[in-house]
């Protein structure tokens, strides 16, 4: 049991309660759909893969970002913390924060055309910056979810 603890510690997955009512967390959810308004206006035809299945569906909306914010924010942020330790920060973000994010964009330009790789960092660093504050990558990994929601149904 005290191995399974461990291993929930170090995903960034403790138990939080509350995220949902932070404002700054509301913020971020009315300042995903100005973003998603931004990408609207890029060039057509530059768009990231299109949702055209079931299981293509739940891969965005529920797979990629669960696996994605357990591995980058649960994983890579949470060492790189303890590597530079709470005070550490740049601009007011954490340097875990800011190195997670700049390796998250980065990841995306395998995939994606440049200017929409790009596009995610800002996005990264308002997880990051949600995992920082509530020390778990729960309150990340829901608006993750909830900005590739407003995503698909205001582009898709």
């Not at 291993?7 to 913020?27: H, I, K, P």
Request: hydrophobic letters at 55%; aromatic letters at 12%.
């Amino acid at each position: 049991m005290l191995l399974l603890t461990q291993l929930f510690q170090d995903l960034g997955l403790s138990r939080v309660s509350g995220f949902y009512r932070d404002r700054l967390f509301a913020l971020a959810i009315v300042v995903g759909f100005a973003v998603v308004g931004v990408l609207h206006l890029l060039p057509t035809g530059h768009a990231p893969e299109t949702v055209a299945s079931l299981p293509m569906l739940v891969k965005w909306l529920l797979w990629a970002p669960v696996l994605e914010e357990l591995l980058f924010r649960g994983i890579v942020q949470g060492q790189l913390q303890r590597y530079f330790h709470s005070s550490s920060n740049v601009l007011g973000l954490s340097r875990a924060n800011w190195i997670t994010s700049l390796l998250f964009t980065g990841i995306h330009f395998l995939h994606h055309p440049p200017l929409w790789a790009a596009s995610v960092l800002l996005p990264s660093l308002v997880f990051g910056f949600f995992r920082d504050r509530h020390d778990s990558v729960v309150p990340s990994m829901t608006l993750h979810c909830i900005y590739n929601a407003q995503f698909l149904f205001l582009l898709g």
